[in-house]
């Protein structure tokens, strides 16, 4: 099984301030079409999941640009260029290029 | 609007089995992949199987092949988990998850799985 691995996992951040988390997958994500199935997903308090990124760097509908991906191989990046209240939550990186689909363990975004 | 909405989640004893249904709509069912993902609470996620648009082919986690089978309901645009053998640590919440592009682009409610003598 492809094995992510994310960190910090927990960061506090002080309000317009970026925040940067970094997802390593133990083996390459690039697919044999081609694409790099990576994507970041984050989950409020009480809340299911919500698709942020898929394939490394494309924002999802309805996803404010604040958010950004980046990376390629095995190293990515998702970055908030300026934190707002309504980012607490955790957020995770998936890869779906091979079964079974991995998830990181999750990073903990709080506000100073 | 896309929707998935969970039900069948409840509280069986060891061994026991439960079936767990999800309703979409607001999309056309029968060209999406479907996931279900369950997380412990408190805990983060963790994949359990999918299902193709037709429901030819499926695949499942370690920790419940043998015990968990995927199936779907096109006419109905309903994905279902049957769950037998159910063991404590198959507790969890439960989501049913639409893919797209490998990713999972929307997300039902969930619905509670406790396994508890």
């Known amino acids: 099984d492809i094995v992510m691995t994310q960190t910090p996992l927990s960061s506090p951040v002080t309000l317009g301030q970026p925040a940067s988390i970094s997802c390593r997958s133990s083996?390459?994500?690039?697919?044999?079409?081609?694409?790099?199935?990576l994507s970041w997903l984050q989950q409020r308090p009480g809340q299911p999941p919500r698709l942020l990124i898929y394939?490394?760097?494309n924002r999802f509908s309805g996803v404010p640009d604040r958010f950004s991906g980046s990376g390629a191989g095995s190293d990515f990046t998702l970055k908030i260029s300026r934190v707002e209240a309504e980012d607490v939550g955790i957020y995770y990186c998936?890869?779906?290029?091979?079964?079974?689909?991995?998830f990181g363990q999750g990073t903990k975004v709080e506000i100073k | 609007e896309v929707q998935l909405v969970e039900s069948g989640g409840g509280l069986v004893q060891p061994g026991g089995s439960l079936r767990l249904s999800c309703a979409a709509s607001g999309f056309t069912f029968s060209s999406y992949w479907m996931h279900w993902v369950r997380q412990v609470p408190g805990q983060g996620l963790l994949w359990i199987s999918r299902i193709d648009s037709d429901g030819s082919s499926t695949t499942y986690a370690d920790s419940v092949k043998g015990r968990f089978t995927i199936s779907r309901d096109n006419s109905k645009n309903t994905l279902y988990l049957q769950m037998n053998s159910l063991r404590a640590e198959d507790t969890a919440l439960y989501y049913c998850?639409?893919?797209?592009?490998?990713?999972?682009?929307?997300w039902g409610q969930g619905t509670l799985v406790t396994v508890s003598s």
């Open positions: 083996q390459s994500l690039v697919h044999n079409d081609g694409n790099t199935y």
């Open positions: 998850t639409r893919a797209v592009s490998g990713a999972f682009d929307n």
């Open positions: 394939k490394i760097s």
């Open positions: 998936m890869q779906a290029t091979e079964f079974p689909r991995t």
